[in-house]
Each structure stands twice: as structure tokens, then as C-alpha cells.
């Protein structure tokens, strides 16, 4: 079916005018614009050394910040201390995305009282963090871990791990780190 001309003019003419509007409308104002997600995320977790009723160590903190480490455990180190703890956080334990302690620094982990003993921290990984490790370093006499995989598996290797094998490479479900 063919339109007469004196009614395709008209219309077209509209529609062009319309979509001329609309492109040259001012943009949404900076605040209402979705920022964008950083890249790099620095995550930490602060520990208490005497486990809780569960057997793990209790979480006394946790931040991440798109700044710096520092700037994470500052955030997640807003906790109470007895008389008996360090001033300072002690890092513990960094989990890195690839093996080889390539990718990044998932996650650092500080204790409350100091570095590794004999019992050292407990600790169960968030799911994202549990399905991505492949290699970790200790720090302050945590030598050691003992890993349970996503797979019902568990075992214990030195530190640091840069790579943590099969049955634990993007399965770490929760650790224990610490000083033998």
C-alpha cells in the first residue's frame, strides 16, 4: 500500500525532529552517573587467636578499599583490644588469585595477638575468595597451612605455596595457618 507523499513529509519530518532532541539533550549531571568499579580491590580480615565455639577463629573484622592495604585493614580494624594484644594488627597470611602469587592479592589476613604459634588461626574463605586462590604466602612465623577443599579433601603444605595442586587450586574452603 502506497502512502500519499503529503502524509510520509509530515511524519518523517516529526520523527527527525524528535530524534534531534533527544541527541542533543544535555547528558545526566556527574552525580547521578554510576562511578566506575575499580579494578583493583585490597581486601582484609582481622582474626582473634582463640577460637570461637564453631573451632574457627572469630572475625573481628573485614574491609576492602580501592586504595591500599593499609587503607583495607585500617576499615576492618575498628575492634576492641584487650591488655594483653599488640597494638598492631600482624599479617598473617596473603591469598593470591594465580598460581606463582601472579593475579593479585585476593586477601590479607591479620591475627590480633601477634604472629604464628603452634595453633595459629583458623579461618573459613568467602565463597569468592574460595573459588579463585591458587598460591599464598605466610608471614610472622606462619609457616605452615592446612587446607580443606570445596572437594570434601584436606592437607597440609609449608608456606609459602605458590601452588596449591589440584584438588585445592580455585578450592580453598577454609585453612588453618600456622607454626610448626
Not at 547521578?32 to 577460637?51: I, M, N, S, T
Not at 596473603?94 to 604464628?116: H, M, N, T, V
Amino acid at each position: 500500500m502506497r502512502r500519499p507523499r503529503r502524509f510520509v513529509v509530515p511524519v518523517l519530518a516529526a520523527a527527525l525532529a524528535l530524534a534531534g532532541a533527544v541527541a542533543a539533550a544535555p547528558a545526566a549531571p556527574a552525580a547521578l552517573r554510576p562511578l566506575p568499579v575499580p579494578e583493583v580491590q585490597y581486601c582484609a580480615a582481622v582474626l582473634g587467636h582463640v577460637p570461637g565455639a564453631d573451632g574457627f577463629s572469630p572475625l573481628l573484622g573485614r574491609a576492602c578499599s580501592p586504595d591500599s592495604r593499609a587503607d583495607a585493614l585500617a576499615r576492618a580494624g575498628g575492634h576492641d583490644r584487650t591488655a594483653e594484644q599488640p597494638a598492631g594488627d600482624t599479617l598473617l597470611l596473603e591469598e593470591y588469585k594465580d598460581a606463582d602469587y601472579k593475579g593479585g592479592i585476593l586477601y590479607s589476613f591479620y591475627g590480633d595477638a601477634g604472629g604464628c604459634d603452634g595453633t595459629g588461626y583458623h579461618l573459613v574463605n568467602y565463597i569468592g575468595v574460595a573459588l579463585n586462590v591458587s598460591s599464598m604466602i605466610g608471614y610472622n612465623n606462619c609457616n605452615a597451612v592446612h587446607l580443606w577443599s570445596t572437594l570434601s579433601v584436606e592437607k597440609t603444605m609449608d608456606l609459602p605455596a605458590s601452588y596449591l595442586g589440584a584438588n585445592f587450586n580455585d578450592a580453598v574452603r577454609e585453612l588453618q595457618v600456622f607454626h610448626r
